[in-house]
């Protein structure tokens, strides 16, 4: 499950967590694969609020990913804006073929996105990620899990 209980309430939990060079949580994320009605944005406002409440932290970027869509959130501590948007097909493909050809498992999307961040810190795969020049503002990405 994707939630802890602390003093009765439910806290979200980050699906994927990205940390800068220095160590700072820098990027939190949901990722959901189901053909539900849910409000993915509001659930990685709810973990950023609660980072920034809680433990005086501002972590800068949110992102959900879906097997359509990916967006980037920039958040202030007041205001979650979306920067970017795209098909989730263009950056996963890079990564297995026939992404947009099958159904796809929450757990192998996770999987993927998390390749793909680790992708943008350390060019495991490639020289030149996917959408690496359009997130060049993610670049002091240092890991993900």
């Known amino acids: 499950m994707n939630f802890e209980q602390l003093s009765g ?3 979200e ?7 800068d060079k220095n160590g700072q949580k820098f990027l939190v994320s949901k990722i959901r694969s189901r053909d539900i ?3 993915i944005k509001s ?4 973990i950023l609020k609660f980072e920034y ?12 990913a879906t097997p359509q869509t990916i967006n980037i959130f920039k958040w202030d501590g007041k205001k979650l804006e979306t920067i970017y948007t795209f098909p989730t097909h263009e950056v996963m493909s890079e990564y297995d073929s026939e992404f947009a050809n099958k159904r796809i498992s929450e757990f192998y999307l996770e999987t993927l996105v998390e ?3 680790r ?6 795969k490639t020289d030149n990620p996917p959408k690496a020049q ?6 002091n990405l240092a890991d993900a899990a």
Do not use: Q, R
């Open 9 to 11: 309430k439910t806290i």
């Open 13 to 19: 939990i980050s699906d994927i967590t990205g940390w």
């Open 37 to 39: 009605a849910e409000d």
């Open 43 to 46: 659930k990685v406002e709810d």
């Open 53 to 64: 409440e809680h433990n005086g932290i501002i972590i800068p970027y949110g992102m959900t």
């Open 115 to 117: 390749s793909w961040l």
């Open 119 to 124: 992708d943008l810190a350390y060019h495991w």
């Open 134 to 139: 359009e997130l060049d503002f993610l670049a």
